[in-house]
């Protein structure tokens, strides 16, 4: 599975984006896809994930109610609509794809990574 993570850029708070994260060279649509971020000096964090159907999602607490993960099988494309953004949400996205079809927040469990969107957000 290979993954490419776009849609990244330079926002004012309160703003929107929306990522997209493509997958090709073997199909990742039977596995759970999430998106991690990772900031200046912190580590990667848990910020959405999805099942295989798109049935379940879970969010991390600090982006609830302000961003939507979602995804379209049929064109192996995993979405994270992100809306009120906040300062604090600058960092570089990464989407993955899990091992399994059951949604799951730990980065253990995503052995396949895309390269990375960077996310401003201007205050």
């Known amino acids: 599975v290979q993954l490419q993570a776009s849609g990244g850029g330079l926002v004012q708070a309160g703003g929107s984006l929306r990522l997209s994260c493509a997958g090709y060279k073997r199909t990742s649509s039977n596995n759970a896809m999430g998106w991690f971020r990772q900031a200046p000096g912190k580590e990667r964090e848990f910020v959405a994930a999805i099942n295989w159907n798109g049935g379940s999602t879970a969010y991390a607490d600090s982006v609830k109610g302000r961003f939507t993960i979602s995804r379209d099988r049929t064109k192996d494309t995993v979405f994270l609509q992100m809306n009120s953004l906040e300062f604090e949400d600058t960092a570089i996205y990464y989407c993955?794809?899990?091992?399994?079809?059951?949604?799951?927040?730990?980065?253990?469990?995503?052995?396949?990574w895309g390269q990375g969107t960077q996310v401003t957000v201007s205050s």
């Open positions: 993955a794809a899990a091992r399994k079809s059951m949604l799951t927040m730990r980065p253990s469990e995503y052995p396949y």
